[in-house]
């Protein structure tokens, strides 16, 4: 039997590449508790270690002791992959987790090679290895309205998080850096917001064609026009998705937030360093 993938909610995987691909998704936890004034409020948690080694446990009985690939988001994120790694006691040798580092569609494109790749009978550590060299060539960034969602998660590193109430008035943009969210850049508006991610990510990119999803918070039309300004200046051969973000994740970016993942075809040359102390 193939090489099990599985991956948590955090990485938004479209229904049809989860069925496509047989990908195990196990779900985050999103709950709702009132306010101090009345008001609903969304929090997170993260799946625990009982859960995870149920599921595993699963997923080794239709692997037929092939083995367990498990990829979830950024340990600075979600106490999920610390419980992953515990309940990985239980399958010494057949279960292999990684901290992707990460959130969004880069995570899911990590399962995503190394579902590809266990359906044509890789083993599990070509598996690991083709979802490290995915998660090395990856970046995320995210654009908010507003980082007072963000603030209250915690989800920031420190020095933004001190920064976010001077930039009420504009429309930053983040980046995932060893898995804590950092200020890449601040505009005043939108469209100037548009401008300044498409040439990060086209000065990354280097001519060569790259994987871009775009997960969006609210209507398409934002994400749609973002899309586009991609395609007329990435080079031919890059790949597009534009889906919804996932309520755990967009519980803490808030209304008309949008991730942007990209794959690039080459890594940077510190990001596999970086990469292998994330693995387990």
């Known amino acids: 039997m193939p090489v099990r993938v599985v991956t948590d909610s955090s990485a938004g995987l479209p229904a049809d590449v989860i069925a496509q691909l047989d990908i195990t998704v196990l779900d985050l936890h999103v709950m709702d508790a009132e306010g101090k004034d009345g008001a609903v409020e969304h929090s997170t948690s993260g799946l625990s ?50 901290d992707s580092g990460t959130a969004g569609m880069v995570l899911g494109a990590a399962a ?13 550590q070509e598996c690991y290895d ?8 990856g970046r995320t960034w995210v654009y908010v309205h507003s980082m007072e969602e963000l603030r209250k998660s915690g989800r920031m590193s420190t ?5 976010s109430t ?15 969210l950092e200020l890449v850049g601040k505009t005043r508006t939108q469209t100037k ?21 775009i997960q ?32 755990v994740v967009a519980v803490h970016t808030g209304a008309g937030a949008l991730g942007i993942s990209v794959v690039f075809s080459t890594p940077p040359n ?3 360093k970086k990469r292998n102390k994330l693995a387990f």
Not at 130 to 137: E, G, H, N
Not at 166 to 180: C, Q, R
């Open 49 to 98: 270690a009982l859960e995870l080694a149920a599921a595993l446990g699963r997923q080794m009985e239709r692997s037929g002791d092939d083995g367990v690939l498990a990829l979830h988001l950024s340990r600075e994120f979600s106490s999920t992959w610390s419980a992953a790694v515990t309940a990985s006691g239980v399958f010494p040798d057949t279960v292999r987790v990684i």
């Open 112 to 124: 995503m090679a190394a579902a590809k790749l266990a359906q044509d009978g890789a083993d599990l």
């Open 130 to 137: 083709a979802a490290l060299d995915t998660l090395s060539r």
């Open 159 to 163: 020095a933004t998080a001190l920064l």
């Open 166 to 180: 001077a930039l009420l008035a504009t429309k930053p943009i983040m980046a995932i850096e060893d898995g804590k």
């Open 193 to 213: 917001a548009f401008t300044k991610v498409v040439e990060l990510v086209q000065e990354r990119a280097q001519s060569q064609p790259c994987f871009v999803a």
């Open 216 to 247: 969006h918070s609210g209507p398409a039309d934002a994400a749609e026009e973002l899309r586009y300004l991609f395609e007329q200046v990435l080079a031919e051969g890059s790949t597009f998705m534009v889906l919804p973000l996932t309520e």
């Open 270 to 272: 510190e990001a596999v």
